[in-house]
């Protein structure tokens, strides 16, 4: 049988010769050269924010840290298109509609109004949630393990949650009997809430006084009934349009020289007297990993939701003064945040 011929050494074959250093020199530092060059610009990441620029920059900050930690620059291979809601939950429809004309890849939002105004916008685009207190209770995922659809993130352990704001308001000022709650009906989230701070004011033989603020405006009038509601103190539940305007939330109570519980820290730094939740800045970053994930290729639905049960308590010893308070030693071992 006739060997078959040798079709002779490939033109840039090397097995066989003795290359030269300047040779091997181009050779290898050719893929090198392309692996140094910036990504192109592949990734838009879209925000639908509840709040407005100013509240939610350091929450868009904590997010990009997440990013830069694996791996991003922006302006290299990402970029941001944020849209912001002022605190005006019927405006985020047209935002979430604008997000989904401008085609960007994912879609990061927080509040429940803008989850929900994202999913009627998108059913493609994949959405990851920052801040929420129960995607179950909210029916926005199927389930935490698998979600489906196209939304997936971080989620605060909602069982036990509100609670707490009415026993440690209790605890830092005891005579605190009849309780001002303002609360958002369009904010899905509050109907567990006020079950649970119900369940907790039996307990303690609290009276709640709900108040409904769904926009700014209706913040004075759910003050001016303090007076003739005879309450003396105060609870907030998390809202976007509290968090937007949490100075004149703080004014008011100051005004009506009420103890408060607050949901963010962010209101302790501002004036108010105690907070205790979930770090909204700890959340943003948290949600980075997701949106990596996605950006390279997995399925939002098939991503479990996370839940942290993360809970950061501060006060403000300034203001606890203004009230005539001392914060008990059982609440200030247990602050993250003390302000003095």
Same mark, same amino acid.
């Given at each position: 049988?006739?060997?078959?011929?040798?079709?002779?050494?490939?033109?840039?074959?090397?097995? /066989?010769?003795?290359?030269?250093?300047?040779?091997?020199?181009?050779?290898?530092?050719?893929?090198?050269?392309?692996?140094?060059?910036?990504?192109?610009?592949?990734?838009?990441?879209?925000?639908?924010?509840?709040?407005?620029?100013?509240?939610?920059?350091?929450?868009?900050? *904590?997010?990009?840290?997440?990013?830069?930690? $694996?791996?991003?620059?922006?302006?290299?291979?990402?970029?941001? !298109?944020?849209?912001?809601?002022?605190?005006?939950?019927?405006? =985020?429809? &047209? =935002?979430?509609?604008?997000?989904?004309?401008?085609?960007?890849?994912?879609?990061?939002?927080?509040?429940?109004?803008?989850?929900?105004?994202?999913?009627?916008?998108?059913?493609?685009?994949?959405? #990851?949630?920052?801040? =929420? *207190?129960?995607?179950?209770?909210?029916?926005? #995922?199927?389930? =935490?393990?698998?979600?489906?659809?196209?939304?997936?993130?971080?989620?605060?352990?909602?069982? &036990?949650?509100?609670? @707490?704001?009415?026993?440690? $308001?209790?605890?830092?000022?005891? %005579?605190?009997?009849?309780?001002?709650?303002?609360?958002?009906?369009?904010?899905?989230?509050? *109907?567990?809430?006020?079950?649970?701070?119900?369940?907790?004011?039996?307990?303690?033989? #609290?009276?709640? $006084?709900?108040? !409904?603020? %769904?926009?700014?405006?209706?913040?004075?009038?759910?003050?001016?009934?303090?007076?003739?509601?005879?309450?003396?103190? $105060?609870? +907030?539940?998390?809202?976007?349009?509290?968090?937007?305007?949490?100075?004149?939330?703080?004014?008011?109570?100051? @005004?009506? %020289?009420?103890?408060?519980?607050?949901?963010? %820290?962010?209101?302790?730094?501002?004036?108010?007297?105690?907070?205790?939740?979930?770090?909204?800045?700890?959340?943003?970053?948290?949600?980075?990993?997701?949106?990596?994930?996605?950006?390279?290729?997995? @399925?939002? /639905?098939?991503?479990?939701?996370?839940?942290?049960?993360?809970?950061?308590?501060?006060?403000?010893?300034?203001? *606890? @003064?203004?009230?005539?308070?001392?914060?008990?030693?059982?609440?200030?071992?247990?602050?993250?945040? +003390?302000?003095?």
């Amino acid at each position: 049988m006739p060997l078959p011929q040798d079709p002779g050494p490939p033109s840039n074959a090397l097995v /066989g010769h003795t290359a030269s250093p300047l040779f091997l020199l181009v050779l290898f530092a050719a893929p090198l050269a392309a692996d140094a060059q910036p990504p192109p610009m592949a990734a838009r990441i879209g925000f639908l924010m509840g709040g407005s620029p100013s509240t939610s920059a350091p929450l868009i900050d *904590a997010f990009q840290q997440g990013l830069r930690q $694996l791996g991003y620059v922006e302006g290299r291979n990402f970029a941001v !298109e944020a849209r912001y809601a002022e605190g005006k939950s019927e405006a =985020l429809p &047209g =935002l979430a509609a604008e997000l989904v004309r401008l085609k960007v890849d994912v879609i990061v939002v927080a509040a429940p109004q803008a989850i929900r105004a994202a999913k009627q916008a998108t059913g493609t685009i994949p959405i #990851v949630m920052a801040v =929420l *207190a129960d995607p179950l209770e909210s029916e926005f #995922v199927a389930s =935490l393990a698998r979600p489906g659809g196209n939304l997936t993130g971080v989620s605060a352990l909602a069982e &036990g949650y509100s609670a @707490k704001w009415l026993e440690l $308001l209790k605890e830092a000022a005891p %005579r605190a009997s009849r309780v001002v709650v303002l609360s958002n009906p369009a904010n899905p989230s509050h *109907a567990s809430f006020r079950r649970e701070t119900q369940a907790a004011a039996k307990l303690l033989k #609290v009276t709640l $006084l709900f108040r !409904e603020v %769904r926009d700014p405006n209706e913040l004075e009038g759910a003050f001016a009934a303090v007076t003739k509601d005879r309450a003396n103190a $105060l609870v +907030v539940f998390p809202d976007a349009v509290a968090f937007v305007h949490r100075t004149r939330i703080l004014d008011l109570a100051a @005004k009506h %020289r009420l103890p408060a519980m607050y949901p963010y %820290r962010e209101f302790v730094d501002a004036g108010g007297l105690m907070a205790y939740g979930s770090s909204l800045a700890d959340m943003f970053r948290r949600a980075a990993p997701y949106v990596d994930k996605i950006l390279k290729g997995a @399925k939002p /639905g098939n991503l479990p939701v996370e839940q942290t049960a993360r809970f950061e308590l501060a006060i403000n010893m300034k203001t *606890a @003064k203004a009230l005539g308070l001392t914060f008990p030693p059982t609440i200030l071992i247990r602050a993250d945040q +003390v302000i003095e």
